[in-house]
């Protein structure tokens, strides 16, 4: 269950522009953090240099859900990952993002999902969605199957 929408980090546009991230072909994954949008330990898209690891300034790997269950450290990778462009309007877009609940193990503190760069060499992040219902309370793997159900319309758009 996927609660929010995606936020992008201010400095991804910058790894963009200068060339750190190659969407195309590099690995685009997505973990699950304790992270909070507004709360301790928080998460916002003026986070500096934002990075999955030591890489960055702000390493949001330290806040990663314990790996256990249908959760893996590091999360998944995305798949069907494409850019299309329509007039002056491009978008990028991937599979959704599915963790099956595994019962026993499975991590119950998820306050948050982090895009991020796999293959770049700082592990860039792109962004963040807040996967809370209420803005504060977790939500858990063992509750069933966690979605991220990406928008129809793509995941984000620059133009």
């Known amino acids: 269950m996927s609660q929010g929408t995606l936020t992008l980090f201010n400095e991804f546009r910058k790894s963009i522009a200068d060339g750190r991230m190659d969407m195309d072909n590099d690995s685009i994954q997505v973990a699950l953090t304790t992270l909070q949008v507004g709360g301790t330990p928080e998460i916002a898209a003026d986070d500096a240099v934002p990075c999955w690891g030591a890489g960055g300034t702000t390493d949001l790997s330290a806040s990663e859900v314990a790996a256990g269950g249908g959760y893996s450290s590091g999360g ?71 979605k991220i159900l990406f928008n129809a319309s793509g995941i984000f758009t620059l133009s």
């Not at 991020?116 to 063992?142: K, R």
Request: aromatic share 8%; charged share 15%; proline share 1%.
């Open 76 to 146: 998944i990778l995305l798949t069907s990952t494409a850019w299309s462009l329509a007039g002056a309007v491009c978008t990028f877009d991937a599979d959704d993002a599915i963790w099956t609940s595994a019962g026993a193990g499975d991590p119950a503190t998820i306050k948050s999902a982090v895009l991020y760069n796999g293959s770049a060499a700082n592990l860039d992040a792109i962004g963040f969605i807040d996967m809370t219902a209420d803005g504060t309370t977790a939500i858990s793997l063992l509750a069933g199957d966690v």
